[in-house]
C-alpha cells in the first residue's frame, strides 16, 4: 500500500447505526486531517491531529468522534447522523517541520449515505 | 478567519488552447496557495504549489502565479489536453505547522475534443 488509504470506499447507514472510517497513511507524515466534501461546497476541514494530538475541531458536531491511535492511523467515528452528513469524507495527512509547508496528501474518500 | 473565492466554477476550452483559472483569498497572513486536481471518485491530488516568497512557479504545461498585494493567484495550462478534464480547487493557508487548508469551491475544466 502507498500513499493514504481509507476504507470502506462506500458506506450506507441509518440514522441510528454507528460506524467508523478508517484512514492509514504509508508516507510518515505526523499530521493527518479529516475533510467534508458536500456538493456544491468548497471542502470543509473537520479535525487535525498533530503528533496524535487533536489541535483543531472546526466546530463539528458531537456525533463525529475522531480517533488518532498512532501517526500512521486516523478513524471518524460516526453514530446518529442526519441526512445532510452524506458526503464524501477525505483523509489527508501531511509532515509538519518547523521549516516546511502545509503539503497536504489526500485519500480516496469514503463515499458516505446516511438513510 | 480566511475565505478563498474561486472563478469560474466551469470552464470549457478547446483541446490544444489554454485554460487560466483564479482565486482570491483574504488572509494576509497567508503563504501557502496549492493547487489540487479531483478526477471522478478519486481524491484530490496536489499538482503545483507556490510559496509566498516567489511569484510564479511552472512545471511542464501547469504554472501559478501570486500577487500577494492583491491576494490572488491563479493557475494556467498551456496545450489543454483530454486528460486534464477534472475539477481543480485552490486553497491556501499560513504554511508552517498543522493547520488546514481553506479551500475554493473548484473549477470544472471541461476539454473538449
Known amino acids: 500500500e502507498t500513499g493514504v488509504t481509507q476504507t470502506p470506499r462506500h458506506l450506507v447507514m441509518g440514522m441510528t447505526n454507528k460506524k467508523s472510517l478508517k484512514c492509514e497513511q504509508h508516507?510518515?507524515?505526523?499530521?493527518m486531517y479529516w475533510y467534508k466534501q458536500s456538493a456544491k461546497k468548497p471542502l470543509e476541514l473537520m479535525f487535525v491531529?498533530?503528533?496524535?494530538?487533536?489541535?483543531e475541531n472546526n466546530s463539528v458536531p458531537s456525533r463525529f468522534s475522531p480517533e488518532c491511535p498512532n501517526s500512521s492511523h486516523l478513524f471518524l467515528h460516526l453514530h446518529t447522523l442526519q441526512p445532510e452528513d452524506s458526503a464524501l469524507y477525505l483523509c489527508?495527512?501531511?509532515?509538519?517541520?518547523?521549516?516546511?509547508?502545509?503539503?497536504?496528501?489526500f485519500g480516496p474518500g469514503t463515499r458516505l449515505t446516511v438513510l | 478567519g480566511e475565505n478563498v473565492e474561486q472563478h469560474p466554477s466551469t470552464l470549457s476550452v478547446q483541446e490544444g488552447d489554454s485554460a487560466v483559472i483564479k482565486c482570491t483569498y483574504s488572509?494576509?497572513?497567508?503563504?501557502?496557495f496549492p493547487w489540487y486536481k479531483q478526477e471522478l471518485g478519486k481524491g484530490p491530488q496536489l499538482i503545483i504549489d507556490?510559496?509566498?516568497?516567489?511569484g510564479e512557479k511552472k512545471d511542464q504545461r501547469i504554472a501559478v502565479t501570486l500577487n500577494k498585494t492583491a491576494k490572488h493567484f491563479s493557475l494556467h495550462i498551456t496545450e489543454t489536453q483530454p486528460e486534464d478534464s477534472a475539477v481543480y480547487f485552490c486553497?491556501?493557508?499560513?504554511?508552517?505547522?498543522?493547520?488546514?487548508?481553506?479551500f475554493g469551491k473548484g473549477t470544472h475544466l471541461i476539454i473538449q475534443p
Open positions: 489527508a495527512s501531511s509532515q509538519v517541520t518547523a521549516s516546511s509547508y502545509n503539503e497536504q496528501f
Open positions: 508516507l510518515g507524515h505526523n499530521a
Open positions: 491531529y498533530n503528533f496524535k494530538e487533536q489541535t
Open positions: 488572509d494576509s497572513a497567508s503563504n501557502y
Open positions: 507556490i510559496r509566498s516568497n516567489v
Open positions: 486553497a491556501a493557508n499560513i504554511g508552517g505547522g498543522a493547520d488546514g487548508l481553506t
